[in-house]
Each structure stands twice: as structure tokens, then as C-alpha cells.
């Protein structure tokens, strides 16, 4: 398992004000697999996507991301796991003062093994499997929401992680530019054996999914396998 | 190569941001240079002040120097008795002694008629105490009466005497007493006096009616050749009055330059001017980098969700604080250059620019640049990555 999670507990505040978020989680990925979390605002789906990113910190409960235990756990171990996730945001987050290429490769220099020149090579790659050769040296404000998805998800996946977590990834795109983007992505992680766990509303794209996983308040409602 | 590694991606970033956004690059940097040009011109100002305080006694010809313990400053001095000079003449090094009245007086300047105050340095001319070449082959003329040399370092307002000397024109009046210039010699003003004369200890008496030969200002002592000084400074220190100082002509230098610095509160205004162009251009630096941080702390959240630990970010906000130094400290150094020649044209006191005074105002403008980062850094708090999603 790439993804191990067992009882999690998670609440916000404390006192009488404790807000439960997450009620006893029960989740399993499996190595390569691509699940879609789907639920109701407020139901603890981006909570859980934080907490397995090592973003946020749990103390209930057991979380164990790639052998390695998340709940509390010290900052080396979060930042660990973090190197070898990639994040899809619902806001595409890229630089703003760097081009195309120089946000790609900001994944690149945290590999510290790896020379300039094959970090550019590795970006250059990795922005022409997502169809942007010629957007390379553009600003992110002189590319499209979905150009800008899809720098975002080249960023995501050119340092090569195990993990990809995406929080709506096409909240903000069009229909079109927005299954572009996920069939880009599904694509690419599949060829890399990349486990996926996507948030999204949108039904357009389930489609995509080995696996919806359902949560409401805080629970994991249903489990809907897709053949 | 790991500091390479460490600081090259996070100053290369801290880089990329900066030239991102132009027009706040060049008000960052002009509030660096302001802070700059400041610093420079306080400490020439003050630089200049403390050299041409001290020019004083810098052409002094002699090994120790008796001065009153009251006496502040060489442009106010308490007077002595001549006798406790001559005492010294008792010990074997002494080779000779030599008196040297001093005392400010307005001189009627030859054009205008305007009088103004400057000082005026009396000795006997074959003692050469003032190692000015120009006064040493006037020294048998300074002997004849009511006669002086002008300094003709002096501030304009005394008129252009050289010129009118070249002119036949050469009296003038001395604490309204009437004297005949001789010519002229090159010495330097001071902040205490704007112009300098020098006549013979005959003619300072009569410039100076209530002044005796027997009151002096400072006692000048010359030793054999050989002579170990600060040994023989101790020796003579035990011979003389309490009441009397004796002082190397290092001492003298330095004691000339402490008053400026500490008894006299001139020193004490550049210095405070100095903290503040230094704390102005903190805040301004702090202001940006503090600026720049929140409108970058989504990104900053952003790459640590990626990996990338505090300690970068950190050295991130130093490494444009440097830049922000070094880009603002350049065209600072060039124009306060230009403002020092300026300065030296228009108020006669020389301000050079030395390396060290250079190398002095880079510390101080990267130490205000990283004082200033370590003050924002606290802002980066606010980019947590729990909040990205």
C-alpha cells in the first residue's frame, strides 16, 4: 500500500469549540492506482487530502504514507514525503515572476543530484508531454487557466514522485481544457506508475478513476468501483 | 559545493523576484541609496571635521608638547607659566624648548573691511616650530615689527590676499592693531578658525597688549637624537606641575580630535545623523521585504507543500536583502563621490573618499539590509502550506 489510512481522527479548535472533521477514516491505495475523492463541501475531503500530504499534522489515529508514519510525526518526515508527492492546486500556484520552465524546475532543484542542464532537459521533457513546448518561456500570466493547469501538473510530476494529490484540478477550467487536463495527467501518471488521490466535484471527469471514493461528514460513505 | 547548493537556488529565486517587478525594484534600491548618500556624507562631514581639528597641531615641529590641563582644545587655551617649560630644559635629552602663543583675533579683510576671527600663531621664527616651508624662508623678515604671514588656505571671506599683496596692497589690522602681510603660506582652516596668521612672538605681544611673555600656550620640546620619547615623557612628567599635560605628538593629535569628537557635541550630531540615515533606510528596506514577502507567501506556501524547508525561505529573504544592499550601495558610492567634490569646492575642507571609508559605510548598509530581513522574517509565518488547498 502507497496510502495507509487507519482510524483517523481529526477535529479543528479545541475546548467545547472542537469542530470533528474527520470521524475514523478507513482508506487504502494501492501502488499506481487513481482514486477520486468526491463528497459534499465540508466533508473532510480536503482535510484528509492535507493530512496525507503531509500539510497538515494529525495526532489520532494511524496514517502511513510510503512506510512512513504521518501522525505526529516531526517536520523531516513531512517534508520527506512531501518531496516525493506532487500537488495539484485547484489555483494553478505557479510563480508568477518565473516562466514556464523555471516553475518546472523548482521541483527539480530539491534533486540536488541532478546538474542544471538535465534539470532543463527533465522541464523541457516534461512541459512537451503536457503540450507546451512552445509556452516554454512564457509567464504564467501570458498563459490560458488551462496552460496554466497543465504547467502546473508538469511541475507536479517532473520530479517523478510516487504520489500525486490533486484538489480540483478543473474547478477553475472549461469543460474541455479541463478533461484535457486530467487525461493529460492520468496519462503521464500511468506511464510512471504515479498513484493519484483526486478531489473533485466535478462528475465530468470521473471517468478517469480506478476508484470514487465517497466521503460525508467525515465518514467514508461508499466505495464505488469502476470496471 | 553544499554552500553553493544551499545559497545559489535560493539568492538565484530571491533574484528572479526582485527583477520581476521593476518599479519596485528601483524604489527599494533608491531607498538603499538614500540611506547610502546619508551615511556617506555624515561620516565625511564628520571625517572632515575631526581631520582639519586636528590640523592643528599637525605641522607642530617637536616630541612632546606642554599644554595647561584646562585647556579643552588648542583654539581656547588655558595659559601657563613660561618657567614650568624651561624646567624641563633640566633634563639630559632635552635638546630645546620653544613657547608658542596662540589666540584668536579678527582680521579686517582688505577688500570688504569686514572683520572676521582667525588664529593667530605667535613663536620666535628661528625656532621653526611650525614645519612650513613658506615660514622658514620668511623667517628673518618676521623679525621686523608689526610684520605676519597669512594663510592663504583661509576661507574667502578674508579676500584674495594673495592677489592684492601682488598688488602692493599689504596692510591691514590685527585685533585693530595695524600690520604688514609678507606674504603667504599654506596651511589649512579648521572648524574653530576660519583663516590662520603667523607672526613672532615680539609682534603676537604687541597684537596682544594684555598678554605677557611670561603666559604661554603650549610648551614645545625637542629631544637629542635617540631619544626613547615615551620614556622620557614619564621622567619629565615627574618633574612638572600637576597642572600641566605632556603629551606625544600622537597624544596631541588625538587629544585635539577627542574634543571634536566627545566634549564638543559635533561629534556627537553626525554620529546620531549617521544611526538615523541608517534606521530611515532600515525601515525602508523592511517595509519592501516585508511587502514582498506577503504578496509572495501563497508561492512561499506553495513550495513548502513541495518540499522545500523554512530554512530556504530564510536564507531567501537574506540573500535579496545582500542583493538589495549591493545594488543600492553602488550608484550610492558614485554619487556620494561626486557630492564630496562638490562638498570640497564649495566649503574648502577636504572630503576624500577612501577605501576604508567605503568599505565602513558597505558594512554598515549590509548590516541595516540583513537587520532588516531578520526583522521581516517573521512574516513568513504566515505561509503555511496547510492553507493551500
Same mark, same amino acid.
Given at each position: 500500500?502507497?496510502?495507509?489510512?487507519?482510524?483517523?481522527?481529526?477535529?479543528?479548535?479545541?475546548?467545547?469549540?472542537?469542530?470533528?472533521?474527520?470521524?475514523?477514516?478507513?482508506?487504502?491505495?494501492?501502488?499506481?492506482?487513481?482514486?477520486?475523492?468526491?463528497?459534499?463541501?465540508?466533508?473532510?475531503?480536503?482535510?484528509?487530502?492535507?493530512?496525507?500530504?503531509?500539510?497538515?499534522? /494529525?495526532?489520532?489515529?494511524?496514517?502511513?504514507?510510503?512506510?512512513?508514519?504521518?501522525?505526529?510525526?516531526?517536520?523531516?518526515?513531512?517534508?520527506?514525503?512531501?518531496?516525493?508527492?506532487?500537488?495539484?492546486?485547484?489555483?494553478?500556484?505557479?510563480?508568477?515572476?518565473?516562466?514556464?520552465?523555471?516553475?518546472?524546475?523548482?521541483?527539480?532543484?530539491?534533486?540536488?543530484?541532478?546538474?542544471?542542464?538535465?534539470?532543463?532537459?527533465?522541464?523541457?521533457?516534461?512541459?512537451?508531454?503536457?503540450?507546451?513546448?512552445?509556452?516554454?518561456?512564457?509567464?504564467?500570466? /501570458?498563459?490560458?487557466?488551462?496552460?496554466?493547469?497543465?504547467?502546473?501538473?508538469?511541475?507536479?510530476?517532473?520530479?517523478?514522485?510516487?504520489?500525486?494529490?490533486?484538489?480540483?484540478?478543473?474547478?477553475?477550467?472549461?469543460?474541455?481544457?479541463?478533461?484535457?487536463?486530467?487525461?493529460?495527467?492520468?496519462?503521464?501518471?500511468?506511464?510512471?506508475?504515479?498513484?493519484?488521490?483526486?478531489?473533485?466535484?466535478?462528475?465530468?471527469?470521473?471517468?478517469? /478513476?480506478?476508484?470514487?471514493?465517497?466521503?460525508?461528514?467525515?465518514?467514508?460513505?461508499?466505495?464505488?468501483?469502476?470496471? | 559545493?553544499?554552500?553553493?547548493?544551499?545559497?545559489?537556488?535560493?539568492?538565484?529565486?530571491?533574484?528572479?523576484?526582485?527583477?520581476?517587478?521593476?518599479?519596485?525594484?528601483?524604489?527599494? @534600491?533608491?531607498?538603499?541609496?538614500?540611506?547610502?548618500?546619508?551615511?556617506?556624507?555624515?561620516?565625511?562631514?564628520?571625517?572632515?571635521?575631526?581631520?582639519?581639528?586636528? !590640523?592643528?597641531?599637525?605641522?607642530?615641529?617637536?616630541?612632546?608638547?606642554?599644554?595647561?590641563?584646562?585647556?579643552?582644545?588648542?583654539?581656547?587655551?588655558?595659559?601657563? *607659566?613660561?618657567?614650568?617649560?624651561?624646567?624641563?630644559?633640566?633634563?639630559?635629552?632635552?635638546?630645546?624648548?620653544?613657547?608658542?602663543?596662540?589666540?584668536?583675533?579678527?582680521?579686517?579683510?582688505?577688500?570688504?573691511?569686514?572683520?572676521? &576671527?582667525?588664529?593667530?600663531?605667535?613663536?620666535?621664527? $628661528?625656532?621653526?616650530?611650525?614645519?612650513?616651508?613658506?615660514?622658514?624662508?620668511?623667517?628673518?623678515?618676521?623679525?621686523?615689527?608689526?610684520?605676519?604671514?597669512?594663510?592663504?588656505?583661509?576661507?574667502?571671506?578674508?579676500?584674495?590676499?594673495?592677489?592684492?599683496?601682488?598688488?602692493?596692497?599689504?596692510? &591691514?589690522?590685527?585685533?585693530?592693531?595695524?600690520?604688514?602681510?609678507?606674504?603667504?603660506?599654506?596651511?589649512?582652516? !579648521?572648524?574653530?578658525? $576660519?583663516?590662520?596668521?603667523?607672526?613672532? $612672538?615680539?609682534?603676537?605681544?604687541?597684537?596682544?597688549?594684555?598678554?605677557?611673555? *611670561?603666559?604661554?600656550?603650549?610648551?614645545?620640546?625637542?629631544?637629542?637624537?635617540?631619544?626613547?620619547?615615551?620614556?622620557?615623557?614619564?621622567?619629565?612628567?615627574?618633574?612638572?606641575?600637576?597642572?600641566?599635560?605632556?603629551?606625544?605628538? *600622537?597624544?596631541?593629535? *588625538?587629544?585635539?580630535?577627542?574634543?571634536?569628537?566627545?566634549?564638543?557635541?559635533?561629534?556627537?550630531?553626525?554620529?546620531?545623523? &549617521?544611526?538615523?540615515?541608517? @534606521?530611515?533606510?532600515?525601515?525602508?528596506?523592511?517595509?519592501?521585504?516585508?511587502?514582498?514577502?506577503?504578496?509572495?507567501?501563497?508561492?512561499?506556501?506553495?513550495?513548502?507543500?513541495?518540499?522545500?524547508?523554512?530554512?530556504?525561505?530564510?536564507?531567501?529573504?537574506?540573500?535579496?536583502?545582500? @542583493?538589495?544592499? @549591493?545594488?543600492?550601495?553602488?550608484?550610492?558610492?558614485?554619487?556620494?563621490?561626486?557630492?564630496?567634490?562638490?562638498?570640497? !569646492?564649495?566649503?574648502?575642507?577636504?572630503?576624500?573618499?577612501?577605501?576604508?571609508?567605503?568599505?565602513?559605510?558597505?558594512?554598515?548598509?549590509? #548590516?541595516?539590509? &540583513?537587520?532588516?530581513? !531578520?526583522?521581516?522574517?517573521?512574516?513568513?509565518?504566515?505561509?503555511?502550506?496547510?492553507?493551500? #488547498?
Amino acid at each position: 500500500m502507497v496510502i495507509d489510512v487507519h482510524n483517523l481522527n481529526f477535529s479543528f479548535g479545541s475546548g467545547s469549540l472542537t469542530q470533528p472533521v474527520l470521524k475514523g477514516i478507513d482508506l487504502a491505495i494501492r501502488k499506481g492506482e487513481i482514486v477520486l475523492m468526491t463528497g459534499p463541501s465540508g466533508s473532510g475531503k480536503t482535510t484528509l487530502l492535507t493530512i496525507i500530504g503531509g500539510l497538515r499534522q /494529525a495526532s489520532n489515529g494511524s496514517v502511513v504514507i510510503l512506510g512512513e508514519q504521518l501522525v505526529n510525526s516531526n517536520e523531516q518526515t513531512k517534508v520527506k514525503i512531501r518531496r516525493q508527492t506532487g500537488y495539484i492546486f485547484q489555483q494553478h500556484n505557479l510563480l508568477k515572476s518565473l516562466t514556464a520552465l523555471q516553475n518546472v524546475c523548482m521541483t527539480l532543484e530539491l534533486q540536488r543530484d541532478l546538474t542544471e542542464s538535465e534539470r532543463q532537459y527533465r522541464a523541457q521533457q516534461m512541459l512537451a508531454a503536457v503540450g507546451l513546448e512552445d509556452r516554454m518561456h512564457y509567464f504564467p500570466e /501570458a498563459l490560458s487557466g488551462g496552460q496554466r493547469q497543465r504547467v502546473s501538473i508538469a511541475r507536479a510530476l517532473a520530479g517523478r514522485p510516487k504520489i500525486i494529490l490533486a484538489d480540483e484540478p478543473t474547478a477553475s477550467l472549461d469543460r474541455q481544457s479541463g478533461h484535457d487536463a486530467v487525461e493529460i495527467l492520468k496519462q503521464l501518471a500511468k506511464e510512471l506508475n504515479t498513484t493519484i488521490l483526486l478531489v473533485t466535484h466535478d462528475y465530468r471527469i470521473l471517468d478517469i /478513476a480506478d476508484r470514487v471514493v465517497e466521503l460525508e461528514d467525515g465518514f467514508v460513505k461508499a466505495v464505488e468501483k469502476q470496471e | 559545493m553544499s554552500i553553493v547548493n544551499t545559497w545559489y537556488f535560493p539568492t538565484r529565486l530571491a533574484w528572479r523576484q526582485l527583477i520581476h517587478d521593476r518599479l519596485k525594484l528601483v524604489a527599494a @534600491i533608491s531607498g538603499v541609496l538614500f540611506a547610502c548618500v546619508l551615511v556617506f556624507m555624515q561620516l565625511g562631514f564628520k571625517d572632515a571635521l575631526y581631520a582639519s581639528a586636528a !590640523s592643528m597641531p599637525l605641522k607642530f615641529d617637536g616630541d612632546l608638547f606642554l599644554i595647561h590641563q584646562q585647556s579643552e582644545a588648542m583654539w581656547r587655551p588655558a595659559q601657563f *607659566e613660561r618657567s614650568e617649560l624651561m624646567r624641563a630644559l633640566g633634563h639630559p635629552a632635552v635638546a630645546e624648548v620653544a613657547p608658542l602663543y596662540l589666540s584668536l583675533a579678527t582680521f579686517k579683510a582688505l577688500d570688504t573691511q569686514v572683520k572676521r &576671527t582667525l588664529m593667530v600663531y605667535g613663536y620666535d621664527p $628661528d625656532t621653526d616650530l611650525l614645519n612650513v616651508d613658506a615660514i622658514k624662508t620668511k623667517k628673518h623678515e618676521l623679525r621686523v615689527k608689526d610684520t605676519v604671514l597669512f594663510d592663504e588656505y583661509s576661507r574667502p571671506e578674508f579676500g584674495p590676499v594673495s592677489n592684492m599683496l601682488e598688488a602692493g596692497q599689504n596692510r &591691514t589690522e590685527v585685533n585693530d592693531y595695524k600690520v604688514t602681510i609678507l606674504g603667504v603660506f599654506q596651511l589649512g582652516i !579648521s572648524f574653530a578658525a $576660519d583663516g590662520n596668521i603667523v607672526t613672532s $612672538d615680539l609682534n603676537f605681544l604687541r597684537i596682544f597688549p594684555n598678554r605677557s611673555a *611670561e603666559e604661554i600656550d603650549v610648551g614645545v620640546i625637542r629631544l637629542q637624537p635617540g631619544a626613547f620619547i615615551p620614556e622620557i615623557k614619564e621622567e619629565l612628567r615627574a618633574h612638572l606641575n600637576d597642572f600641566v599635560k605632556i603629551y606625544t605628538y *600622537e597624544e596631541v593629535l *588625538e587629544h585635539e580630535r577627542l574634543y571634536w569628537e566627545n566634549a564638543a557635541p559635533i561629534g556627537f550630531i553626525f554620529n546620531f545623523g &549617521t544611526i538615523m540615515g541608517l @534606521i530611515v533606510g532600515m525601515v525602508i528596506v523592511y517595509q519592501i521585504l516585508f511587502t514582498e514577502i506577503n504578496n509572495y507567501r501563497f508561492e512561499f506556501a506553495t513550495l513548502k507543500a513541495m518540499g522545500y524547508p523554512h530554512s530556504y525561505f530564510i536564507r531567501m529573504v537574506f540573500a535579496s536583502a545582500f @542583493i538589495l544592499a @549591493i545594488l543600492g550601495f553602488v550608484p550610492g558610492l558614485a554619487l556620494s563621490s561626486s557630492l564630496y567634490n562638490l562638498a570640497e !569646492s564649495q566649503i574648502f575642507i577636504p572630503m576624500p573618499m577612501t577605501l576604508e571609508k567605503a568599505v565602513t559605510v558597505f558594512v554598515f548598509i549590509l #548590516f541595516m539590509c &540583513t537587520t532588516a530581513g !531578520s526583522l521581516a522574517i517573521h512574516r513568513l509565518d504566515s505561509a503555511s502550506p496547510a492553507d493551500m #488547498f
